[in-house]
């Protein structure tokens, strides 16, 4: 397998395709008599955009806005993996985190948007053929969607309807063009592009029934992206609408045992996945060190010689603290191991646990830490239709019920009498419990308009405490300009006609 690498001057950075379904393709552009002439051609281009994704979903793209909230606290043996943006402090337009997001997701939208604009001139032969190709030209749809509310959440300002329509959001670049500089697009903008490229994905995907477990996109999957972006936007009606079809369809059931549930983290199997990527051993494993494939490995750092483990970093106490004994999720998503750090052995530590790796994956006698990721699944929707009532006139009592319907089917106690601001926070608890990990966090506070402080850590003695108290002392106020980050240096240099977020 062989890399392909473009220079898109737009954002003037290189970027690379991980797949070498994509070797079609020229040095700077695609010429579609070689790249686009059968529907077999469009099966080997969409594979590769399969490919893509699944190289953008863990690793820096997931853990870098946790590692940057409130949940964790960075070891002594961290080595500063991950440091700038855990601090707040030094966290500046050059990070590597910042630089390399921003051209994953922006490398990827290259092939996406030549997928959708040449796609459509593969003629098919018949009506299943033509069928087939218009799925495809529906997840290209889908992947534009996804990837701009990524990029918009990380660099636009968060949606405020007042105001979306003169904030900056991020460049919307939409074809091909090697010599095209664009501006941000407005907030607004970015939103309205996105919503467009899911109704016109809802479309072609309409014959794609979804079913649990799905490793295609399917009308599900659409249905539940519509649900977080209508989140995102305040449109409280149209978020609970999409998130309560799904549950409402009982295809993608709540498990209620915790052997169901550890499936679903440790086997990448279960009812309640509406969309999870496939992953093939060997060929489709993330080589390790590989920036653009990425696993969680931040949370374990487990050490065959030893048999311990150096994680990077281990949750706060005030998390711990978050489940009750009888959820078990706290057993699963949590794991007391056998701590070793700077000589010292710590045997009554939690660690992130969620990751440990699928065995199925292994490649040796020791976890790998691969997974096929989670794109969606139904107990976000639960999430997202209780927040959704809860902020909508005379829905309390719904948002109560939804609320409860998970928390019963993770072993936790019901809850009776909430209403208002004790609901929210309810909300927003069991939100941190149930999507512990998978990068919400940091985009929920700003959501919320919440700062933070952090907590008691678990044991003072393995984490970093000097030369900044930053690490475990760290307050943010709401509104801090760092919960959106900056542009990278490199692409303010070479395109003029950006413009820098306040505060960096």
């Not at 379904?21 to 020229?26: E, H, I, R, T, V």
């Not at 590769?48 to 606290?73: E, K, P």
């Not at 959501?447 to 907590?455: A, H, P």
């Not at 108290?469 to 240099?493: C, E, I, M, R, S």
Request: net charge neutral.
């Amino acid at each position: 397998m062989k890399n392909i690498f473009y220079y898109l001057t737009v954002i003037l950075l290189m970027v690379a395709s991980v797949s070498c379904d994509l070797d079609k393709y020229p040095y700077d552009a695609i010429e579609q008599s070689q790249a686009f002439k059968t529907l077999s051609d469009a099966g080997t281009i969409r594979n590769g955009l399969y490919g893509n994704m699944r190289s953008r979903l863990h690793g820096i793209y997931m853990f870098s806005t946790d590692v940057q909230a409130d949940l964790l606290n960075a070891t002594l043996d961290f080595g500063n993996r991950n440091g700038f943006p855990h601090r707040w402090e030094g966290f500046l337009d050059t990070d590597y985190t910042i630089r390399d997001v921003w051209r994953g997701y922006y490398s990827a939208l290259v092939n996406v948007n030549n997928a959708i604009a040449m796609l459509p001139s593969i003629e098919t032969a018949n009506d299943t053929e033509k069928a087939t190709l218009d799925s495809y030209i529906g997840e290209a749809y889908f992947l534009r969607a996804y990837y701009y509310h990524q990029l918009v959440l990380r660099w636009g300002k968060a949606y405020d309807p007042t105001s979306a329509a003169s904030d900056l959001g991020v460049p919307l670049v939409l074809t091909f063009d090697v010599t095209a500089k664009p501006a941000r697009a407005t907030v607004d903008e970015v939103y309205k592009q996105i919503l467009s490229d899911l109704t016109e994905a809802k479309t072609k995907l309409s014959g794609v029934a979804g079913s649990p477990g799905s490793n295609r996109i399917t009308i599900d999957a659409v249905t539940a992206l519509q649900a977080r972006i209508h989140l995102h936007m305040r449109n409280w009606t149209e978020a609970a609408t999409a998130a309560k079809s799904l549950i409402t369809g009982g295809k993608y059931p709540l498990v209620k045992s915790e052997a169901d549930f550890r499936k679903i983290w440790v086997n990448d199997a279960g009812s309640e996945l509406i969309f999870q990527l496939q992953l093939v051993a060997p060929q489709e494993l993330s080589p390790s060190g590989d920036p653009w494939n990425n696993v969680n490995n931040i949370f374990l750092g487990f050490q065959p010689s030893t048999g311990k483990y150096v994680p990077d970093f281990v949750p706060q106490q005030w998390v711990i603290d978050l489940y009750e004994n009888t959820d078990f999720r706290k057993n699963v998503y949590l794991a007391k191991k056998p701590l070793y750090i700077q000589g010292t052995d710590y045997p009554d530590i939690y660690l992130i646990n969620k990751y440990p790796g699928n065995p199925a994956l292994f490649t040796g006698a020791t976890t790998n830490y691969q997974h096929k990721p989670k794109v969606l699944r139904i107990a976000e929707m639960y999430l997202i239709a209780a927040e959704a009532d809860a902020q909508s006139t005379g829905g309390e009592s719904a948002a109560l019920t939804l609320l409860n319907q998970l928390r019963q089917a993770r072993g936790a106690k019901e809850l009776a009498g909430l209403s208002g601001a004790a609901l929210m926070n309810e909300i927003r608890n069991e939100r941190t419990r149930e999507l512990l990990c998978e990068g919400f966090r940091l985009d929920d506070l700003r959501r919320w308009n919440l700062g933070f402080t952090r907590k008691t850590p678990q044991n003072l003695n393995l984490i970093n405490v000097t030369p900044s108290a930053d690490y475990h002392q760290k307050t943010v106020q709401a509104g801090d300009l760092k919960f959106t980050w900056g542009l990278p240096a490199n692409d303010l240099t070479t395109n003029p006609n950006l413009v820098q977020n306040q505060g960096w």
